[in-house]
């Protein structure tokens, strides 16, 4: 079988005033043409370091510093610059992981993909117009020939990443290199695209290197498998190979970290339970770790069971109790309880302004009416697509968004009638964790002041000693160390800076926790500890959580009660295991099954299907 990229033993290091760092050491790997190649890893394996050896846009501080990249016959490691720029976007193209930072903001998404065209196929403007229109139709932009014109602003996150792909697509490559092409999508995107990617490779007869840290997806797209870890090959094989016979013990922790729609942990498993790592003379030595009766049982068994509304209320729902039919420890809020949250005909109106005098033309409807409950104790899960208001939900109950109409409610207390004194004091009573934690955390602050600042805010003990020394025990709380205190954001990973937005939230002792998408970002070992400290700390302080996300195995794995969001309106609502397990409506039915799988009956079936084709 003929190849069309040969990796042999290759070795990126960065030099670095701390010493060299082997990102990539020793990796070898063939991909044969039309076969899809899943490269998967955490943050720091060097999966992207990898793609961008391939690609040969290293930063200044890197270099390869051996091994052979032949594609298509020639080795790119010995390609002076000028041949390197005539490869890249016609033999090789990548698509990156966020399409808003790789697209510029001040040319339309059409010109961009035209530009490709004419630089490597000398044509001219009108004929690389017209490719481009034929290339957002092949990729499932509607209306291309209107869509070609817009801006990126002025696309959704998903049609940004189809653009991508056209882009990369336009000179019709032989190798496309995909690098997290779906991390930040809902899952109904995420298949399409994954889909799309399928369609096109069996039609062109392109190869794709696809590089995720999500092994859901892996299974929905890769013929074979590559797992890195800290720069080195620990297991590699064909898809089914690996999901069904996994031999790394890195590997059985990677597939049994990641929270999935039938999975029976109540709390998740890390990679540490599968493995330990020591440096032994220079060199990395692992440990596969089995796992105890005990620690199974502990995975299994603990944990606190699912709080669930009134009786009554659940039989309103079409939900009604049913003992037999539930856990032994989940329990229902007593009759009569005042709930935490109260919404009630929310809604959220965005103006859209028209003409010179910028005149109101109409109203984009965000959020339309949304009414729900959550009880002291409870996790409520908010789930739904990008753009169906889930989020603006969130920021509306803060009043970080105005609202145009409804009630919030906290603890019988009318959020949207208080004055701006009354409503910073209240908001000390409920706090917010973004999707994004670099971005949530100013970067010229250190970690002491950014955790230290609501404290000073909200007038929270005496002294700066006091607020230090506070600041000093949450964040051991959340799992960091008081050591952290005077360093800065960026001296962190991302997981450790979602644990300081949560120290930070809880720095004024709230009683309700607005999670936004806080973990989607996150590699999957990392977000199997964020989402078990939740638990933890739900169990020890008693928090409520409103958890939004698009993720349902997530949203399934946290949430007692689910509401489902589609358009700005509530389509579904009751508790989280029965709309699993019997969905009411065709939206919430049809995010299920846009959830990735990576069951083995269902992988077979897919390398049955590429085996007959």
Same mark, same amino acid.
């Given at each position: 079988?003929?190849?069309?990229?040969?990796?042999?033993?290759?070795?990126?290091?960065?030099?670095?005033?701390?010493?060299?760092?082997?990102?990539? *050491?020793?990796?070898? !790997?063939?991909?044969?043409?039309?076969?899809?190649?899943?490269?998967?890893?955490?943050?720091?394996?060097?999966?992207?370091?990898?793609?961008?050896?391939?690609?040969?846009?290293?930063?200044?501080? &890197?270099?390869?510093?051996?091994?052979?990249? #032949?594609?298509?016959?020639?080795?790119?490691?010995?390609?002076?610059?000028?041949?390197?720029?005539?490869?890249?976007?016609?033999?090789?193209?990548?698509? !990156?992981?966020?399409?808003?930072?790789?697209?510029?903001?001040?040319?339309?998404?059409?010109?961009?993909?035209?530009?490709?065209?004419?630089?490597?196929?000398?044509?001219?403007?009108?004929?690389?117009?017209?490719?481009?229109?034929?290339? !957002?139709?092949?990729?499932?932009?509607?209306?291309?020939?209107?869509?070609?014109?817009?801006?990126?602003?002025?696309?959704?996150?998903?049609?940004?990443?189809?653009?991508?792909?056209?882009? %990369?697509?336009?000179?019709?490559?032989?190798?496309?290199?995909?690098?997290?092409?779906?991390?930040?999508? $809902?899952?109904?995107?995420?298949?399409?695209?994954?889909?799309?990617?399928?369609?096109? /490779?069996?039609?062109?007869?392109?190869?794709?290197?696809?590089?995720?840290?999500?092994?859901? @997806?892996?299974?929905?797209?890769?013929?074979?498998?590559? +797992?890195?870890?800290?720069?080195?090959?620990?297991?590699?094989?064909? +898809?089914?190979?690996?999901?069904?016979?996994?031999?790394?013990?890195?590997?059985?922790?990677?597939?049994?970290?990641?929270?999935?729609?039938?999975?029976?942990?109540?709390?998740?498993?890390? #990679?540490? $339970?599968?493995?330990?790592?020591?440096?032994? *003379?220079?060199?990395?030595?692992?440990?596969?770790?089995?796992?105890? *009766?005990?620690?199974?049982?502990?995975?299994?068994?603990?944990?606190?069971?699912? #709080?669930?509304?009134?009786?009554?209320?659940? %039989?309103?729902?079409?939900?009604?109790?049913?003992?037999?039919?539930?856990?032994?420890?989940?329990?229902?809020?007593?009759?009569?309880?005042?709930?935490?949250?109260? @919404?009630?005909?929310?809604? @959220?109106?965005?103006? +859209?302004?028209? =003409?010179?005098?910028?005149?109101?033309?109409?109203?984009?409807? &965000?959020?339309?009416?949304?009414?729900?409950?959550?009880?002291?104790?409870?996790?409520?899960?908010?789930?739904?697509?990008? =753009?169906?208001?889930?989020?603006?939900?969130?920021?509306?109950?803060?009043?970080?968004?105005?609202?145009?109409?409804?009630?919030?409610?906290?603890?019988?207390?009318?959020?949207?009638?208080?004055?701006?004194?009354?409503? /910073?004091?209240?908001?000390?009573?409920?706090?917010?964790?973004?999707?994004?934690?670099?971005?949530?955390?100013?970067?010229?602050?250190?970690?002491?002041?950014a955790v230290t600042e609501p404290m000073v805010i909200q007038g929270l003990y005496g002294n700066r000693k006091e607020r230090r020394d506070r600041a000093a025990s949450l964040l051991e709380e959340v799992g960091m160390s008081a050591a952290h205190l005077r360093r800065y954001p960026h001296e962190f990973s991302g997981g450790q800076r979602q644990r300081i937005?949560?120290?930070?939230?809880?720095?004024?002792?709230?009683?309700?926790?607005?999670?936004?998408?806080?973990?989607?970002?996150? $590699?999957?070992?990392?977000?199997?500890?964020?989402?078990?400290?939740?638990?933890?700390?739900?169990?020890?302080?008693?928090?409520?959580?409103?958890?939004?996300?698009?993720?349902?195995? #997530?949203?399934?794995?946290?949430?007692?009660?689910?509401?489902?969001?589609?358009?700005?309106?509530?389509?579904?609502?009751?508790?989280?295991? &029965?709309?699993? &397990?019997?969905?009411?409506?065709?939206?919430? /039915? =049809?995010?299920?099954?846009?959830?990735?799988?990576?069951?083995?009956?269902?992988?077979?079936?897919? @390398?049955?299907?590429?085996?007959?084709?």
């Amino acid at each position: 079988m003929t190849n069309t990229l040969a990796v042999e033993n290759l070795r990126t290091y960065f030099r670095t005033d701390a010493g060299i760092v082997r990102a990539v *050491d020793g990796v070898s !790997f063939q991909i044969p043409v039309g076969h899809t190649l899943g490269i998967v890893g955490e943050s720091g394996s060097g999966k992207s370091v990898t793609s961008l050896s391939i690609m040969r846009l290293l930063a200044t501080s &890197a270099q390869i510093e051996s091994g052979k990249i #032949v594609l298509l016959g020639r080795d790119l490691v010995k390609l002076p610059e000028p041949d390197m720029r005539s490869i890249r976007g016609r033999d090789v193209s990548m698509i !990156f992981q966020e399409p808003m930072t790789s697209l510029n903001p001040v040319y339309t998404v059409g010109s961009q993909v035209a530009e490709a065209i004419i630089v490597h196929q000398r044509v001219s403007r009108r004929e690389a117009r017209q490719r481009t229109i034929a290339l !957002f139709r092949e990729v499932g932009i509607p209306q291309p020939e209107q869509r070609v014109d817009s801006y990126p602003h002025q696309m959704s996150g998903g049609q940004k990443q189809r653009v991508m792909i056209a882009m %990369a697509l336009s000179c019709n490559p032989k190798l496309l290199i995909a690098d997290e092409p779906t991390t930040a999508l $809902d899952v109904t995107v995420q298949a399409q695209i994954l889909q799309m990617l399928r369609r096109l /490779r069996d039609q062109r007869g392109m190869s794709i290197l696809f590089i995720t840290h999500d092994l859901g @997806v892996i299974a929905e797209i890769a013929d074979e498998v590559l +797992v890195m870890y800290r720069g080195e090959m620990v297991e590699q094989g064909p +898809v089914l190979d690996i999901f069904a016979k996994p031999h790394h013990p890195y590997t059985k922790g990677l597939l049994a970290c990641r929270p999935r729609l039938d999975t029976k942990y109540r709390r998740l498993p890390t #990679v540490d $339970d599968f493995m330990e790592v020591k440096m032994i *003379d220079g060199q990395l030595e692992i440990r596969e770790k089995p796992m105890s *009766d005990d620690r199974y049982r502990e995975l299994t068994a603990e944990g606190r069971g699912a #709080v669930l509304h009134p009786k009554s209320e659940l %039989a309103a729902m079409g939900h009604p109790w049913e003992e037999t039919s539930r856990a032994a420890d989940t329990v229902a809020v007593e009759e009569g309880t005042r709930p935490l949250l109260e @919404v009630v005909d929310l809604a @959220v109106h965005f103006p +859209v302004k028209k =003409g010179i005098l910028s005149r109101t033309h109409d109203y984009i409807r &965000a959020v339309d009416g949304v009414s729900f409950r959550i009880y002291r104790g409870q996790t409520l899960g908010l789930v739904g697509e990008s =753009g169906c208001g889930k989020t603006t939900s969130g920021r509306a109950i803060l009043r970080l968004v105005e609202p145009t109409a409804g009630k919030i409610l906290l603890d019988g207390t009318d959020v949207r009638a208080l004055g701006v004194r009354e409503l /910073r004091r209240i908001r000390s009573r409920m706090q917010i964790v973004f999707q994004d934690p670099y971005g949530s955390l100013d970067p010229r602050m250190t970690i002491e002041s950014a955790v230290t600042e609501p404290m000073v805010i909200q007038g929270l003990y005496g002294n700066r000693k006091e607020r230090r020394d506070r600041a000093a025990s949450l964040l051991e709380e959340v799992g960091m160390s008081a050591a952290h205190l005077r360093r800065y954001p960026h001296e962190f990973s991302g997981g450790q800076r979602q644990r300081i937005c949560i120290a930070r939230a809880l720095a004024v002792e709230p009683e309700l926790l607005i999670c936004d998408e806080s973990v989607s970002a996150l $590699d999957v070992s990392v977000q199997a500890q964020v989402l078990n400290l939740l638990n933890d700390l739900q169990h020890k302080r008693g928090l409520t959580y409103l958890f939004i996300s698009h993720d349902l195995s #997530v949203v399934k794995f946290m949430a007692d009660m689910m509401a489902v969001m589609n358009q700005g309106k509530i389509v579904e609502f009751g508790p989280s295991q &029965a709309i699993y &397990a019997a969905p009411r409506e065709a939206y919430t /039915r =049809g995010l299920i099954d846009a959830t990735p799988q990576d069951d083995l009956e269902h992988i077979r079936q897919l @390398v049955t299907e590429r085996e007959r084709s």
